[in-house]
């Protein structure tokens, strides 16, 4: 397993488990610091998993082993269920058309039993060139 460095991804504590080209698979093990005052993971922890999947997914369409530097211009999430603590959610973050300058890319986030805990649609911007 592999935790590509940042602040806010080792205060998280996800890790990226997969990579290919314009597909990226994270895990993160719920604890009760991911959690809000209802003793479900905050919609912010959900929301980074979702960023963070699309935007490896993005970042590898050019192939695994090179990273295509690009930012997040908007995204639009759905909550669909409720994770808990003890288990392990799962983000699969696809990237799904664009070109050049702009990429789409989606992703969904399950829990253990393969339920659906949300899912979200991301448009990013490429810092630089590519092909």
Do not use: C
């Not at 890790?15 to 719920?30: H, M, T, V």
């Not at 392990?88 to 339920?115: D, P, Q, S, W």
Request: aromatic letters at 8%.
């Amino acid at each position: 397993m592999e935790r590509p460095y940042s602040g806010y991804a080792e205060l998280i504590g996800y890790e990226l488990i997969e990579k290919a080209k314009d597909f990226a698979r994270l895990q993160l093990l719920l604890e009760p610091r991911h959690l809000n005052r209802m003793e479900v993971p905050h919609g912010g922890v959900i929301a980074t998993l979702l960023d963070s999947a699309t935007g490896f997914a993005v970042a590898y369409a050019g192939g695994p082993d090179r990273v295509i530097r690009a930012v997040t211009v908007s995204m639009n999430i759905q909550f669909m269920g409720q994770g808990k603590a003890g288990e392990t959610i799962v983000a699969e973050g696809r990237r799904i058309g664009g070109g050049k300058t702009v990429a789409f890319a989606t992703a969904e986030i399950r829990n253990e039993a393969g339920l659906i805990l949300a899912r979200g649609d991301a448009v990013y911007r490429f810092l630089e060139k590519w092909s």
